[in-house]
């Protein structure tokens, strides 16, 4: 592989990714250059960058063809696709290759042997690497799922090779969960396959950052410990993964190793593994991307691991990779409500204040005003806490979110206050091991934090702001869209049709600037300006919306006759997957919203009649997150 400049880079993404990308990019003397939604017009990652450029509308960050076209268009050299989105779509990067741009990241040929569970198990097998007991050939009746059960024990999982980050995974315990469960009729609408596995309920969740360039030089830069998860998604990693067993450190490199050079893989990758109490140590997949963690992995190395994906990505060498020193800790600051269950919290961020000092780094992407929905991941910010030992970086950790504010929604703070005074967490359990696993949160956690009286439907709707005043200074800069161009403009106050800004607007900046943003409404007033409709609370023919969310798929037609437990709807908020059921007989009526729609907590998403036989009565359906093994 040739070595190319690199300078233009355009960057995929949003968010607190996105501004980390472009922060290096920056550091590295390159020109950044941003896509953006209409919501993210006033973003930090928009204003940092030096080029921002709206999608076309009707566009998102998933429009592959947007994307590039606008890559060609403003003379992009490379293309990082940062995580999510389309960091693991091997079509978009055999695309960008094709067109002529580097693509940061591995081949699409190594992307697609490692894109999905059931290529990452074959893959695997051929490398030596044991995956996690299981079926790596396509699963589609119950009678498999009862096969294997009966040879390995349950619970199993049926996993969708397509998902991720806990999505798209069902939990079994039984052969009666086996014939019932939705998930193979919610695969087969939404074209996907399942694999299965054994759900392991009691294993750490270890991982390696691991790096390998065009030349055949690989380093694993640190190990990383991701046990404490909910829902199977991560909320606290830590670098190095600490208390691990004698010799585990030599074998994850090993593994890491022949995972990678199995498939030719070139650039920055995450290997991920569970290590369960016996010592087994068993694959779970291969991330080819940045993964949210890494910077606890930058810490302790001193390595810009962004500026290593693009240095490998122009042709250059790996080059040496220091030996982990001291100790990192990241908490993700997700809005969830620890006392309902970790539940999503939604709506306008009306008081913002992270931590600083010794140790501390923030990763952000938001700003005070902003306004936090379900379209997105539920992660606010990545608080990156280290010190010269363990100890010292949770004892930096516990300052650090006595710092930190977050008002205008719930987020789990709580939740990382008290598993950091756990002994559990802090300290290693008698056999000089690390006490937790991926279920503890679950399990040990949650029911201490949980309010008994909290609603579990969601949160309550914000506060309009205050009106704004206007300003005694005598310029404002105001961002404003040129061409499908994002320009900020100063400009003297009054020259717009009075002094400041108008009246009704909400501002958010530091000294100098002034960042215009709409005025902010409720969650009722929104759903009024939509025209939507909300069910009643004694309404018995409607099945509603139990949470603010999006609609991914609709599994029912009008006329349709239903049986009780038949799935009607999927929803996802925050990357969590929830499935509507019928909760009695009947025959659906109308289906007033369809996939790709955000609905509110409380909207009416299908409508029934009786059926022959049963009428549908007590019709608010439960929505069963489904869980997973990994994140």
């Not at 939404?190 to 030089?217: M, N, P, W, Y």
């Amino acid at each position: 592989m040739t070595t190319r400049t690199l300078n233009r880079i355009l960057i995929a993404n949003r968010g607190e990714i996105a501004l980390r990308v472009v922060r290096t990019v920056r550091d590295l003397g390159g020109t950044s250059i941003l896509p953006y939604t209409p919501e993210d017009l006033l973003s930090p990652a928009a204003e940092l960058a030096d080029e921002a450029y709206a999608l076309p509308e009707g566009s998102s960050y998933t429009d592959a063809e947007a994307v590039l076209a606008m890559a060609v268009e403003h003379g992009a050299d490379a293309v990082h696709p940062g995580y999510g989105f389309l960091s693991e779509h091997d079509e978009f990067a055999q695309a960008v290759t094709d067109a002529g741009i580097a693509w940061v990241g591995p081949s699409p040929s190594a992307m697609k042997a490692l894109g999905d569970k059931m290529s990452a198990r074959a893959t695997a097998e051929r490398a030596g690497v044991a995956p996690v007991p299981g079926i790596t050939d396509s699963v589609t009746a119950p009678e498999t799922v009862i096969a294997f059960a009966a040879e390995h024990g349950y619970p199993v999982a049926l996993k969708r090779t397509d998902g991720g980050g806990g999505r798209g995974i069902t939990v079994l315990h039984s052969d009666d969960e086996a014939r019932t469960t939705p998930a193979f009729e919610s695969a087969a609408a939404g074209g996907g396959t399942l694999i299965l596995e054994k759900f392991v309920t009691a294993a750490r969740h270890i991982e390696t950052q691991c790096a390998r360039d065009s030349h055949g030089a690989f380093a694993v830069v640190s190990t990383r410990d991701c046990t404490l998860q909910r829902r199977n998604q991560k909320l606290l990693e830590e670098a190095p993964a600490p208390y691990l067993p004698a010799g585990l450190d030599e074998r994850l490199v090993e593994s890491s190793r022949r995972l990678l050079e199995t498939v030719d893989y070139v650039g920055v990758a995450t290997c991920e593994f569970l290590l369960t109490p016996d010592g087994d140590l068993w694959f779970l997949e291969v991330n080819p991307r940045l993964q949210v963690e890494h910077c606890v992995s930058e810490e302790v190395t001193g390595i810009d691991l962004v500026e290593v994906q693009l240095r490998i990505a122009a042709g250059g060498h790996l080059g040496a990779v220091p030996e982990p020193r001291g100790h990192s800790i990241e908490l993700r600051i997700t809005c969830e409500d620890p006392a309902r269950g970790l539940a999503p919290s939604t709506g306008a961020i009306t008081r913002l204040r992270w931590p600083a000092g010794p140790g501390v780094r923030i990763e952000s992407g938001v700003v005070e005003g902003d306004v936090v929905t379900p379209m997105f991941d539920p992660m606010l910010a990545k608080i990156v806490i280290t010190g010269d030992t363990r100890d010292q970086a949770i004892r930096r950790a516990r300052r650090a979110l006595s710092e930190t504010i977050v008002e205008g929604v719930t987020v789990c703070t709580a939740l990382h206050e008290h598993v950091l005074t756990r002994p559990e967490l802090t300290g290693p359990d008698e056999h000089g091991l690390l006490g937790v696993t991926t279920r503890w949160i679950e399990t040990s956690v949650l029911d201490r934090l949980a309010d008994p009286g909290a609603s579990a439907d969601g949160a309550a709707a914000p506060e309009a702001p205050a009106e704004a005043t206007s300003s005694p200074r005598t310029r404002s800069t105001y961002v404003v869209e040129i061409n499908g161009q994002r320009v900020s403009v100063t400009v003297p106050d009054g020259i717009l049709g009075g002094r400041g800004p108008r009246l009704g607007a909400s501002y958010s900046g530091g000294a100098g600037e002034r960042r215009m943003q709409q005025p902010l409404r409720g969650r009722g007033a929104s759903r009024g300006a939509r025209g939507t409709e909300t069910a009643g609370s004694e309404d018995p023919s409607v099945i509603a919306a139990p949470m603010q969310a999006i609609v991914t798929r609709i599994c029912v037609e009008p006329g349709q006759h239903v049986a009780e437990g038949d799935l009607l709807v999927v929803l996802e908020s925050m990357k969590m997957e929830n499935y509507v059921h019928a909760p009695a007989d009947a025959v659906v009526a109308e289906i007033p919203v369809g996939a790709g729609r955000t609905v509110s907590a409380g909207e009416v998403l299908v409508r029934m009649r009786p059926g022959d036989t049963t009428a549908a009565s007590n019709a608010t359906a439960d929505a069963s997150a489904t869980t997973s093994q990994e994140a």
